[in-house]
């Protein structure tokens, strides 16, 4: 390939800020094809974006030759089976977080990439992001000496603006999304806990429903102690007051402590020296460096930026805090 030129599957909302337009502003990227079940909606979004083509059938848009790669936006149910698809079609796939309902779907797509020898890619875009690849850099450097623990809190009232709406609101059907807002929000962070620490010894965790009329927890609580020795502790819930929302993950070591958030831009360094604050613009498509980089491990020019194999670590851990 000396061109990637991606379908997507799913053109919703998550495609048209944070992902579509990227894919034609990154080098040898190319977006020939979109799908999505409502046709005049993938019509409308082809249009808008000025997409050449549109589907509103999926195994048309993976056998379309002009297509080379696919990327798969669809809410979790479809992950599995679109993947599947893609892969046995000789497309390699980059497909959204979660990466699928369960780990045991997980281990399915992962097998079928490797029996295939189709690259996977999973869409845990915060690895490519500066931001948190300072927060890399400073643990590298030990500017908080050694590492002990990390506290991350994510405290959200009902409908929280942090989701994007959506007309079914299928991220509270488990049916659909795996889970409720934890399914949806805590891949990212649990993945950067892993880039971070590595291998996992052991994990466990609680989840409640606490709201009446839901049929997903709304608190869970989870904690994993790395083979290093660092112990992380979580928390997510999805029913406080407004007021008392909170997004923030601490990384206390030896010589002070790490604060910052999953959704904002200031990274705040603390030890006995001083206090030091990095700020970072907004990125206009918060998944192009993730997109930069899975184009060019399908190209052949670097490493899977994040693999079959990482992705299926967060899901495992997802099913055990939540006792899937």
């Known amino acids: 390939m000396q061109e ?22 990154v080098n040898n990227s190319k977006l020939v094809a979109v799908m999505r079940r409502d046709g005049a909606k993938a019509a409308d979004y082809a249009k808008r974006h000025q997409v050449p083509k549109w589907y509103d059938n999926a195994t048309q848009l993976i056998n379309d030759p002009e297509v080379n790669a696919i990327y798969i936006a669809t809410p979790p149910l479809q992950h599995e089976a679109y993947t599947i698809e893609a892969l046995k079609a000789s497309k390699p796939v980059y497909v959204e977080k979660p990466m699928t309902l369960d780990a045991n779907a997980a281990q399915r797509m992962t097998d079928a990439a490797n029996k295939l020898k189709v690259k996977l890619c999973v869409a845990h875009y915060r690895r490519a992001q500066p931001m948190f690849l300072k927060v890399k850099e400073l643990l590298a450097a030990h500017t ?14 009902p409908n929280p603006a942090l989701i994007a709406k959506t007309a079914d609101n299928w991220r509270i059907n488990p049916a659909i999304s795996g889970g409720g807002l934890f399914h949806d929000l ?12 590595g291998a996992v010894k052991n994990a466990m965790g609680i989840a409640a429903r606490q709201q009446e009329n839901t049929e997903v927890d709304d608190l869970v609580a989870g904690n994993i102690l790395f083979e290093n020795g660092i112990v992380f502790s979580g928390t997510w819930c999805f029913s406080v007051a407004p007021q008392d929302q909170a997004d923030n993950c601490v990384i206390y070591g ?7 958030p999953m959704f904002g831009n200031k990274i705040t360094v603390t030890t006995d020296q001083s206090t030091e604050e990095y700020v970072f613009e907004p990125l206009q498509h918060v998944q192009q460096p993730m997109i930069e980089r899975v184009v060019d491990y399908f190209l052949g ?16 851990l997802m099913d055990d805090f939540t006792g899937k």
Not at 186 to 197: E, S
Request: glycine share 12%.
């Open 4 to 25: 990637i030129r991606w379908g997507i599957i799913g053109c919703g909302d998550v495609t048209e800020v944070k992902s579509g337009p990227a894919f034609n502003k």
């Open 254 to 260: 030896s010589k002070g402590h790490i604060n910052f």
């Open 186 to 197: 805590a891949p990212h962070q649990l993945d950067l806990m892993t880039y971070y620490f």
């Open 301 to 316: 020019k670097g490493q899977n930026p994040c693999s079959g194999e990482d992705a299926l670590i967060t899901m495992k």
């Open 144 to 157: 908080i000496g050694d590492v002990r623990l990390v506290r991350l809190k994510m405290l959200q009232s």
